[in-house]
């Protein structure tokens, strides 16, 4: 069993920045591949950043490329996620979460979620 606790959520304006982070207790972290998906209100689940088990691959939605950054610290147990350039469509509840072996690019690949935190970003 493997617990996530996401923090770092908060209220930005647009063009601002957030970093998010996960902690996650209990079995080796480094056995797992860690991701974030979101949800916005009305809106589906969907993934948003995937990181490798030994952090040498990432993996993004084509509409964060080039302003989120997903990166672990595998002694730290600790994975974050670094959101720049925030557009007001970024708005939704983050979630982190965890796959075994496997990188959490859909839902069904998660075997652990977080219990999300709440991004805001104003116009």
């Known amino acids: 069993q493997v617990q996530l606790v996401e923090s770092g959520g908060g209220l930005v304006q647009a063009g601002g920045s957030l970093r998010l982070s996960c902690a996650a207790t209990?079995?080796?972290?480094?056995?797992?591949?860690m991701g974030w998906f979101r949800q916005a209100p009305g809106k589906e689940r969907e993934f948003v950043a995937a990181?490798?088990?030994?952090?040498?691959?990432?993996y993004d939605q084509d509409s964060v490329k080039g302003r989120f950054t997903i990166s672990r610290e595998n002694a730290k147990n600790t994975v974050h996620l670094q959101m720049n350039s925030l557009k007001p469509e970024d708005t939704a509840v983050y979630y982190c979460?965890?796959?075994?072996?496997?990188?959490?690019?859909?839902?069904?690949?998660?075997?652990?979620w977080g219990q999300g935190t709440q991004v805001t970003v104003s116009s």
């Open positions: 979460s965890a796959s075994t072996l496997v990188l959490p690019t859909t839902i069904s690949l998660v075997d652990y």
């Open positions: 209990g079995r080796t972290f480094s056995n797992y591949g």
């Open positions: 990181i490798s088990r030994s952090g040498s691959s990432t």
